[in-house]
């Protein structure tokens, strides 16, 4: 059975889409497929009583029409940084078996390409991130009609686990690995605080 767990942190995603998801309002891609790159990097976290502080995991993830239809194609990277009790904590978190709103989400996938520990960059402040020869992207806010502060989305399909929404636009974003290569640079980006527990 799985331990008692929760963690929160930052989120940020890549996708795609042209800037102003449809996902996020139940709708199809505006490609008509999702391309996506979600990292999560944990501000505060615990396992049962393996802390999970200043970790980051990374998804990425390829769905062949509306997300909410399921069938995707996932590759998931945590942090290489992580002792052998927190890669317990989250290949038990990621991959569904720890429940929450996580493993719900999870159900989502129909192909696992499997889990790689490497290193992952990520500056919060600056909204980027890194994992050397694989993935990097970073994003500027989409401001809205203030021209002051990024266009927001709450109470979206994601909420509670995810807070309101900030919307952007990738300046960089890139992926290669296994079977898939994204090149989404001027595509939809957002970023949002996360606070996910389980079982």
Same mark, same amino acid.
């Given at each position: ?137 970073? =994003? ?17 399909? =994601? ?41």
């Amino acid at each position: 059975m799985a331990e008692k767990w929760s963690m929160k942190g930052d989120w940020l995603n890549s996708c795609n889409c042209d800037s102003g998801c449809p996902c996020l309002f139940w709708s199809d891609p505006t490609q008509g497929h999702c391309d996506a790159i979600d990292v999560f990097h944990i501000n505060e976290g615990e396992y049962g009583t393996t802390k999970l502080n200043g970790l980051n995991i990374v998804m990425a993830s390829k769905a062949p029409g509306n997300m909410w239809k399921g069938n995707w194609t996932v590759a998931t990277y945590f942090d290489k940084n992580s002792d052998a009790k927190q890669k317990e904590a989250l290949e038990a978190i990621f991959s569904g078996k720890a429940g929450g709103a996580i493993g719900e989400l999870l159900k989502l996938i129909g192909t696992n390409l499997g889990t790689k520990w490497t290193e992952i960059k990520v500056d919060v402040k600056n909204r980027s991130a890194e994992i050397p020869g694989i993935m990097n992207f970073r =994003m500027e806010p989409n401001l809205g009609g203030d021209q002051k502060n990024a266009i927001s989305i709450s109470n979206h399909p =994601m909420s509670p686990g995810l807070g309101t929404v900030f919307m952007a636009k990738a300046t960089a974003s890139a992926y290669k690995d296994h079977a898939f290569k994204f090149e989404n640079t001027g595509k939809d980006a957002n970023w949002a605080t996360f606070h996910f527990s389980g079982p």
